[in-house]
Structures are given as structure tokens and as C-alpha cells.
């Protein structure tokens, strides 16, 4: 893993939510998403090199409700950019990291996305993500 590609906040409402990070970061929103299989509504913010991910659940089964529930709003995960998601994740599982799924979903912003689980990665959670081709 070379850079960091994105930071994910969870946030209860992109509504509030993006008005407030465009005045933060001074900068505007430059993509809204909706990735099905997370059931979450993505913003993008860009700064220089950094992007950051606002990320609100639609749908009872998100990931993201359960998150802000336990934890509330605030960072919850890191992306790190790889060349070859299938070799880095097999990598990282014969180091000992636990992966989340069997294999890559598609994520927001045209990337295929794989995460390790928090319990092998000292409570973070890690976003593996490659450019789709």
C-alpha cells in the first residue's frame, strides 16, 4: 500500500453534512453517489493529493447506521490505493489480516473495494480500493 486515496467519515445526513466540509475544507463537493451493495449515499470532497468520503446510510441494513449507533459520526475507515486488489488481499491475509468478504465489491468513485476487518488491523477499518478498468 503506497497512498492514502481516501478518508470515510460517516455522517447521519449529507444534507448538513456537506454544506459544513465545503465550508471546512474550502472546497465543493465534487461527486455524489449511491453505492447499492452498502446501502449508503457517498459525497467526495478533494484538497489537494486528499479525498475525503462522506457516507450516509439509506437503508436498515447499512453498515453505516450500526456504525453511528455504537460510535456516532466520525471517521470510519481509511482507503488505501492498490495496484492489484486480489494480490495486495492475499498478501495481507498470508500476514494474518482478516478480509471481510471472499472476494471485492464495487465501491463509489469507479473502484473495486475490499475491506480488512478492525480486529487485525488495531480497531481501524481498511479499505483496500483499485481503479476499475
Known amino acids: 500500500m503506497i497512498n492514502i486515496e481516501h478518508i470515510g467519515i460517516a455522517v447521519r445526513h449529507l444534507s448538513s453534512s456537506i454544506p459544513l466540509f465545503e465550508k471546512l475544507l474550502d472546497t465543493s463537493c465534487y461527486k455524489t453517489e449511491v453505492v447499492e451493495s452498502e446501502q449508503v449515499n457517498t459525497a467526495f470532497f478533494k484538497k489537494g493529493e486528499s479525498k475525503i468520503e462522506l457516507v450516509e446510510a439509506y437503508g436498515p441494513g447499512s453498515v453505516i447506521n450500526s456504525f453511528i449507533e455504537k460510535k456516532g459520526e466520525g471517521i470510519h475507515h481509511i482507503a488505501f490505493e492498490v495496484k ?3 494480490e495486495e488481499a492475499a498478501r495481507l491475509q498470508s500476514e494474518g489480516f482478516i478480509l471481510i468478504n471472499e472476494k ?30
Open 84 to 86: 492489484d486488489i486480489y
Open 104 to 133: 471485492p465489491k464495487k465501491g463509489a468513485d469507479n473502484k473495486l473495494v475490499w475491506f480488512l476487518h478492525p480486529k487485525s488491523t488495531n480497531g481501524v477499518l481498511i479499505e483496500l480500493c483499485m481503479e476499475i478498468e
